[in-house]
Nanobody
Framework: AQLQASGGGLVQAGGSLRLSCTVS????????VGWFRQAPGKDREFVAG????????YYLDSVKGRFTISRDNAKNMVYLQMNSLKPEDTAVYYC?????????????????WGKGTQVTVSS
């Protein structure tokens, strides 16, 4: 399977970005997908996850109300709309896929990772 994230860039605080992830090589509609991020010197952390059917969605507390995850099963795509960006959102963002459903604070495991896309928010 391959996951390819795109849409990162440099944005001023308060701005918006939309990340996209193209997924191939697996039965996308049967997989939960999500976004993680890793800032310099920090561990990778869960940002958002959505179940295969779209019925369950979870977010990191610090992004609730600002970020929105969505998926298009017809296009094998997952998105992360990021609004009101803050400098602390600066990180490399990764998309991920797993056949099991996500939980409140992340995934039980991740079978597939995509290459990251850099998001930099200037103050």
């Amino acid at each position: 399977a391959q996951l390819q994230a795109s849409g990162g860039g440099l944005v001023q605080a308060g701005g918006s970005l939309r990340l996209s992830c193209t997924v191939s090589g697996l039965s996308f509609s049967k997989y939960s997908v999500g976004w993680f991020r890793q800032a310099p010197g920090k561990d990778r952390e869960f940002v958002a996850g959505i179940r295969s059917s779209g019925s369950n969605i979870y977010y990191l507390d610090s992004v609730k109300g600002r970020f929105t995850i969505s998926r298009d099963n017809a296009k094998n795509m997952v998105y992360l709309q990021m609004n009101s960006l803050k400098p602390e959102d600066t990180a490399v963002y990764y998309c991920a896929a797993d056949p099991y459903y996500p939980k409140v604070d992340g995934f039980y495991g991740v079978d597939y990772w995509g290459k990251g896309t850099q998001v930099t928010v200037s103050s």
